[in-house]
């Protein structure tokens, strides 16, 4: 796991643990077996560690944190002081990235240079810890305390040159790294360690330190609210200052051991492996990512120039990819085009986008007001108004109009795929890409199936959603998917709590207290009342009834109408200045409670005979999440997804679920399951009418096991496949 190469009168130690030279326990021995032989080896005048494969490292191995009791020795810590504390120059040479422990292993050593492209950081406070081998104390005294408490507090890479800048670096190179690590080592053989030791000096801007502490505790509680790790860090880093190095580093020990064994970690910890899990994708006929290659997309077309549309074209041209962008009506288009203009000038603004890469993204972008400009696209996606007759129509005539290899996707949010496919010849290459608005800013792609989708159909989206820089998770079809389906049980207990007692502002501030970046209402304001209403009026059509404010079941289903109550006034939300809340034109992000909401459902709970009363945060939180919960085991159990892990990624990326609670299947693993089944049952007995309610076969099953199942075997209870 460390090669010990002899080149002239040097020690080569190359991390070779591949896929990231983690720091496995393997990897953290053979440095200190590689460190002790070159000590002992009289012909070694120096020692250069070096990462085999594409980077340096990526830092501790982040599966030995679930069992830390278990974590072998050498611990990194003791890894470290062997190498600071060696005879000969340590130096480390970094290509790709130096990561946490990876970027500490650096810190021990006497010097540090690393390639141009390379790149450096802590992100430890990603996964809900610190750097804890001694980097929240040894960067300061490099960097000085201001950059060491950003740097560590967000978890944020920078370039090899401004690493260099900071003090981190003490080159960077243009050429081979290697090469020039040896040359680096010949000129420092032979000069004084101690000052090149990190732990013998002083932390320089010392005296400052309560300001500095005080000013980015203000920005990281904003910033990161409800999060313990990055104050932690602030803390570990303050200490850095304060005290002798060898009391900040026990103290920083103290720190990580608490946060490591924190729900915040261990959730976050979760997070990190359930996102590269959703891309390993796996249909029911053992297709996979593994065995299945994807068709090459060179050219797609987008149809509809509304909101999705617009953003769907942003993500492709922004990756190269070109697009002709087809919508009926003229105006519609120059609209569209003056949107997605409107979008690349604002990363221009935010110095995301250089003008010149606008205007090659503009470049690749043309219009069209006919399908029939389609006919040599290799891929579509269609993002016209959600009504299936309309959709069906238009895959008709792509089907027509395309050439035969070319992949058709829809947008669309909630309709089986089975139906739209149904309209062409080609149903092995239709395909759902659900994107969440705002499409050019949410990360989760939520591609769709269909029975007859082909699996290099599949593949090819899936890349695709890669090569957007998309979190992209495979789904079955059905009714709104995973995404949308179990969501709207969450929204659907929220409207019923604004009939029972609560306002709109109660709901968001409890579940935002909980994490969501904005409460339902908030969001709801935000996509628009109307896309909502328009929604409800397509399922009520769709099951055969009209659908109105007076309506309060239907099929024995409970209903709620004050949102259409506040569509029929002509509050759609933010575009409108009112939804439920109320915006001040100049400060559109800024919602306000509104009375004229408050008696608008005062109004409906009278009308309909709805009782009031004070319902406590707790009732809140599991009405909306144990709700959404139990939907997500029946999408779990018809194998609408494939894994627990999936739901979550798609909770977290399409609906901003907070990483340091993991989505609703972790948090429903952490609560436990019997008594997530319990709360279930107590619910459906209070809330006949709401078939959400009815406890799901698959919770019940594992709720009834003596000891708690794992959630990694959640999925041997499928389909009575366990008992
Ligand atoms: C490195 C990356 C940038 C690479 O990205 P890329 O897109 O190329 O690849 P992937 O992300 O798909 O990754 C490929 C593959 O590798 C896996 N992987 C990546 N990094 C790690 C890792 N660090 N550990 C393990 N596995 C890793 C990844 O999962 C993929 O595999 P899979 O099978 O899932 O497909 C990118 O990967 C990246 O950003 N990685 C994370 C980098 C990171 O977060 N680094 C920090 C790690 S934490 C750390 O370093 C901590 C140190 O500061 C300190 C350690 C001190 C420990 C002290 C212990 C004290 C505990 C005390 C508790 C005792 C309590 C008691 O007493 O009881
Ligand atoms: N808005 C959201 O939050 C959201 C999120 C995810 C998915 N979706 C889905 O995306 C799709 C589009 O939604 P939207 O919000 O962008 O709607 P939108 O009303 O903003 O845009 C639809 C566009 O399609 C155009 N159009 C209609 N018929 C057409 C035709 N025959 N040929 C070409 N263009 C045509 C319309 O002129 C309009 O510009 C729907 O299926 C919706 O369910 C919407």
């Not at 609408?640 to 948090?667: H, L, N, T």
Request: positive net charge; glycine residues 8%; hydrophobic residues 40%.
């Amino acid at each position: 796991m460390v090669d010990y190469i002899i080149d002239q009168n040097l020690a080569i130690l190359a991390v070779n643990n591949p896929p990231v030279n983690a720091l496995s326990h393997h990897v953290r021995e053979g440095l200190v077996e590689g460190i002790k032989k070159a000590n002992a080896n009289d012909q070694v005048t120096a020692i250069v560690i070096i990462g085999k494969g594409k980077i340096f490292c990526s830092g501790a191995d982040i599966r030995e944190f679930s069992n830390h009791a278990a974590i072998k020795d050498p611990v990194l810590t003791s890894v470290g002081h062997t190498i600071e504390n060696s005879g000969k120059p340590v130096i480390s040479a970094i290509h790709g990235n130096a990561l946490g422990g990876g970027l500490e292993v650096a810190l021990f050593c006497h010097y540090r240079i690393a390639s141009e492209s390379a790149r450096v950081g802590f992100p430890e406070v990603l996964i809900g810890i610190l750097p804890g081998a001694e980097g929240t104390v040894r960067l300061p005294r490099l960097s000085g305390l201001s950059f060491a408490m950003d740097m560590i507090a967000s978890g944020k890479q920078i370039n090899a040159k401004d690493a260099f800048k900071h003090g981190i670096l003490d080159k960077v190179c243009t050429g081979n790294i290697l090469e020039e690590a040896k040359d680096f080592a010949k000129k420092v053989i032979g000069q004084p360690l101690d000052s090149r030791r990190l732990s013998r000096i002083n932390v320089e801007d010392a005296s400052n330190v309560d300001a500095v502490f005080e000013v980015a505790l203000a920005q990281v509680k904003k910033k990161y609210k409800g999060q313990i790790a990055p104050i932690y860090c602030l803390k570990s880093v303050r200490n850095s200052a304060k005290m002798s190095f060898d009391k900040a580093a026990a103290e920083e020990r103290r720190l990580i051991t608490e946060l490591m064994l924190g729900y915040q970690s261990i959730a976050l910890r979760y997070s990190f492996f359930a996102e590269r899990s959703a891309s390993k994708w796996r249909l029911p006929c053992g297709a996979s990512v593994n065995n299945t290659k994807p068709s090459k997309i060179e050219s797609t077309g987008v149809i509809g120039a509304g909101t999705m549309g617009s953003g769907i074209a942003v993500c492709l041209i922004r990756a190269g990819i070109p697009v002709i962008l087809v919508e009926k009506d003229p105006k519609m288009l120059e609209k569209g085009m003056e949107t997605i203009s409107g979008i690349l000038d604002g990363s221009v603004k935010l110095k995301r986008m250089t003008p010149g890469q606008k205007a090659k993204c503009m470049e690749i972008l043309k219009g069209a007001t006919s399908l029939d400009k389609l006919s040599n696209v290799d891929l579509v996606i269609e993002a016209v108004y959600e009504n299936l007759e309309l959709k069906r129509q238009i895959f008709a005539q792509l089907d027509k109009v395309c050439k035969p290899s070319t992949l058709l996707c829809s947008n669309t949010s909630t309709l089986d795929i089975d139906k739209i496919a149904s309209a062409t010849n080609r149903p092995d290459k239709v395909v759902g890409t659900h994107f969440f608005a705002p499409a050019f800013i949410m990360r989760l792609l939520e591609n769709v199936y269909g029975s007859k989708t082909s699996p290099t159909t599949v593949a090819t989206v899936m890349e695709l959603g890669r090569r957007i820089g998309k979190v992209t998770v495979l789904v079955k079809t059905c009714y709104g998917f995973v995404g949308n389906r179990t969501h709207q049980c969450f929204g659907a207990e929220a409207s019923f709590l604004l009939e029972e007692g609560c306002l709109p502002q109660d709901i968001d501030q409890v579940l935002e207290e909980f994490g969501m970046a904005m409460g339902p209402f908030k969001v709801s304001d935000l996509s628009g009342i109307d896309v909502g209403w328009r929604i409800r009026q397509e399922v009520a059509k769709a099951a055969g009834f009209k659908l109105t404010t007076e309506t309060r079941y239907h099929n024995g289903e409970r209903i709620s109408t004050v949102g259409d109550s506040l569509f029929e006034m002509g509050r759609y939300g933010i575009k409108t200045g009112k939804g439920w809340y109320k915006y001040d034109p100049t400060n559109l992000r800024k919602p306000v409670p509104d009375s004229d909401v408050a008696d608008v459902i005062l109004d409906h709970c009278a009308k309909m005979g709805l009782q009031r009363c004070k319902i406590p945060p707790q009732e809140i939180i599991e009405r909306c999440l144990f709700a959404a919960v139990n939907e997500c085991f029946r999408v779990l159990e018809e194998r609408v997804a494939e894994k627990p892990e999936d739901i979550d990624v798609i909770w977290q990326y399409g609906f901003s679920f907070p990483r340091y609670a993991g989505g609703p299947m972790f948090y429903a693993s952490q609560v436990g399951l019997k008594r997530v089944y319990e709360r279930v049952c107590f619910y459906h007995e209070k809330f006949p009418y709401s078939s959400h309610w009815i406890p799901s076969d698959l919770l019940r099953k594992l709720a009834s096991h003596s000891v708690e199942i794992p959630m990694s075997q959640w999925k041997e209870f499928v389909n009575g496949s366990k008992l």
